[in-house]
């Protein structure tokens, strides 16, 4: 050891480890098959108890590192990066834990405090996702900063501005659900009512823009707070107007186009969340209300068609939804869950029927207006003849109205 250590500190002697990462590799490799007498781990061992090996590293290699990561830039990442990858299965546990706890880490810190995203043009993810490989749950303590310099650049946003949701879609897998979720209700989702609220709606005249800024975010935000959203700050001006139009005379032609039109601005997922549909059946029944009395021809049964062929397509998605949850559902899901969602999808009770013999040891349920029971899959129906046949699901929402 005391011919080998001034040999190896001379190889390395003006070393630029910054731009030859993979210099004398081999040459600790060697060595490292010499020397090692123990395993290494977390634990820091006592300058006296020290392995050859775990001496060679923090003695000669150590100090040069240290050189490479005060001149190293973190906004340049993959040069530190490279170094580490390059020379992580050849360096101690407890030597790379005190690399990433005391040197790299407090440079990444001090970085994230100075920056500010206001200004600054490279984005944050850019320099900072490329260290979760290497660092992985170390680098959670600065997403709580760097969530908070976000939310106060938002503060002056708006939805017109794609900018931040191309910042903010890295982090969709980077965060946790729970604090993605909360930071978008806190800084996105306010915005985003706003835009909704002072949407100007005119079927005459319609600027679509703002809709779309706000429906640009939807593969961030759970269906839930987007259904909420359209359901207090879209809907109920845009039956209003609606209400409005069809009271002065209105082209009926133009209005199913109109109700059309808005509705294709709508992904079918969220066109399927109860509070969603339930306003379309809204705007659907004030349609066929003010059509009662027309006496333009053939006006009454061209909107009876419309209003019932747009409530037989959203019957037909939610089925076709229900049975798409059901094959990619857990095999623990059973085909009562099946039903038991399609009910839900359409406002319709599923229960089972109270006092009520079974069918052949089957129990019997309540659909809607239908009585069924489930054998091995398939739910069979009574017919006004009392016989039990099996039907689709389908057939079943049309027995249950």
Not at 118 to 130: E, R, S
Not at 219 to 227: E, F, K, L, R, T
Not at 238 to 259: D, H
Not at 315 to 329: G, K
Request: glycine content about 2%; proline content about 7%.
């Amino acid at each position: 050891v005391a011919l080998t250590f001034p040999l190896i500190k001379n190889l390395l002697k003006g070393w630029d480890m910054l731009t030859k990462p993979y210099f004398a590799l081999d040459v600790f490799q060697t060595w490292r098959e010499i020397l090692r007498e123990t395993e290494s781990s977390h634990v820091v061992p006592s300058p006296d108890n020290m392995d050859p090996y775990d001496r060679l590293v923090w003695e000669i290699w150590m100090p040069i590192f240290r050189r490479a990561v005060t001149i190293w830039s973190p906004r340049q990442c993959d040069p530190l990066i490279n170094i580490l990858e390059s020379w992580m299965p050849l360096l101690p546990i407890w030597i790379l834990d005190n690399i990433l706890d005391q040197l790299v880490l407090p440079r990444l810190q001090y970085e994230v405090d100075v920056w500010d995203p206001t200004v600054d043009t490279v984005p944050i993810h850019a320099w900072v996702h490329p260290w979760l490989p290497v660092m992985e749950k170390r680098l959670e303590v600065l997403y709580a900063p760097i969530r908070y310099k976000l939310a106060i650049a938002l503060n002056s946003w708006h939805p017109s501005d794609s900018s931040a949701h191309k910042i903010l879609e890295p982090w969709v897998h980077v965060l946790t659900r729970e604090a993605m979720e909360m930071f978008l209700v806190r800084t996105i989702l306010p915005k985003l009512a706003y835009c909704l609220d002072t949407l100007v709606i005119n079927p005459h005249q319609q600027q679509i823009a703002p809709f779309e800024w706000v429906m640009a975010w939807r593969d961030m935000i759970s269906i839930h707070h987007y259904a909420s959203l359209l359901d207090k700050h879209f809907f109920p001006k845009w039956l209003q107007v609606l209400q409005n139009w069809l009271s002065s005379n209105a082209n009926f032609n133009e209005v199913t186009k109109w109700y059309t039109g808005w509705k294709g601005t709508i992904d079918a997922e969220l066109l399927n969340e109860p509070l969603v549909k339930r306003h379309f059946n809204r705007a659907l029944d004030l349609m066929n209300h003010a059509v009662s009395g027309t006496l333009q021809p053939g006006m009454r049964e061209n909107v009876a068609y419309f209003t019932s062929t747009e409530r037989r397509r959203a019957s037909e998605v939610s089925t076709r939804t229900s049975l798409q949850n059901a094959l990619t559902a857990p095999m623990s899901v059973s085909f009562k869950d099946v039903i038991e969602k399609l009910a839900e999808d359409n406002g319709l009770l599923f229960m089972p029927i109270a006092g009520q013999k079974q069918y052949e040891g089957k129990a019997l349920y309540s659909f809607g207006k239908a009585v069924v029971y489930i054998d091995r899959g398939v739910v069979f129906a009574r017919n006004m003849d009392n016989i039990w046949l099996p039907v689709s699901l389908d057939k079943l929402l049309e027995l249950a109205r």
